[in-house]
């Protein structure tokens, strides 16, 4: 057994922690949170044009087209992590989050400021809770990750038949189940980041690679638990 290998398995056995833990887990919140932030600029801007939301909304062409370009982006950073370069991965995740804040500035129009404020803090609150019990528990969310994954899988194909049937009633069982699946996914993932970083040895370029694979799966649990709960508290008031 090489030496790196044996302090692994003792590291393991105490149940500690690598040294270059705490920043790689740093830098996971810290591209999350940018890219919220960056998504949440661009929505806004957007929305405060009526250029581009004539252009996005206007042009059947255009808003499928941003669509596939989310969906590109995010199968080819997931699928090609390995062979691209940190730094192209990250211009990637950034991209994709300027195009998925373009797709969702019907928000601005859509809901008042207070109402996407309110349930904006509400995701917060939420999603850091879920956070911080799937960091620190002792349990195996395995399980129930994968449950959760087949439960989305459900939520997607039940999505796509309703915008044909536009059933109000489907589509607020839809957001109270996205919730549920999201919230159980943040806890799960987080859970599975604490672990796959806690084995790296040095926050090298494959390490940050793993810690931006983490933000985005973050960034995905955040963006998707606000828009069902903005469903929710949209339609109340």
Request: charged fraction near 15%; charge should be neutral; aromatic fraction near 14%.
């Amino acid at each position: 057994m090489e030496i790196n290998d044996f302090e692994r398995v003792v590291r393991e056995e105490r149940g500690s922690l690598s040294l270059a833990f705490p920043a790689l887990m740093r830098k996971v919140y810290v591209w999350m949170t940018l890219a919220l932030a960056i998504s949440g600029l661009t929505a806004y801007g957007v929305a405060h044009s009526e250029n581009l939301l004539a252009l996005i909304y206007g042009n059947r062409l255009v808003f499928w087209g941003l669509i596939i370009a989310e969906l590109a982006l995010v199968f080819t950073v997931s699928a090609a992590i390995n062979r691209l370069s940190l730094t192209t991965a990250t211009l990637l995740f950034i991209l994709y989050s300027v195009v998925n804040g373009a797709t969702l500035s019907y928000i601005f129009a859509a809901f008042s400021t207070a109402v996407i404020t309110k349930v904006f803090f509400i995701t917060a609150g939420t999603f850091g809770a879920m956070a911080l019990y799937g960091y620190f528990t002792k349990s195996d969310l395995s399980k129930m990750g994968k449950i959760a994954f087949m439960a989305l899988i459900g939520l997607i194909i039940a999505s796509l038949v309703n915008l044909f049937m536009r059933s109000p009633m489907l589509d607020l069982i839809v957001s109270y189940a996205g919730v549920l699946v999201f919230v159980g996914l943040t806890a799960w993932d987080t859970q599975k980041i604490k672990q796959m970083l806690a084995m790296q040895e040095y926050a090298d370029e494959g390490a940050q690679k793993i810690a931006l694979m983490g933000a985005l799966s973050l960034y995905l649990d955040f963006i998707n638990l606000f828009i069902y709960l903005l469903r929710i508290f949209g339609s109340r008031d």
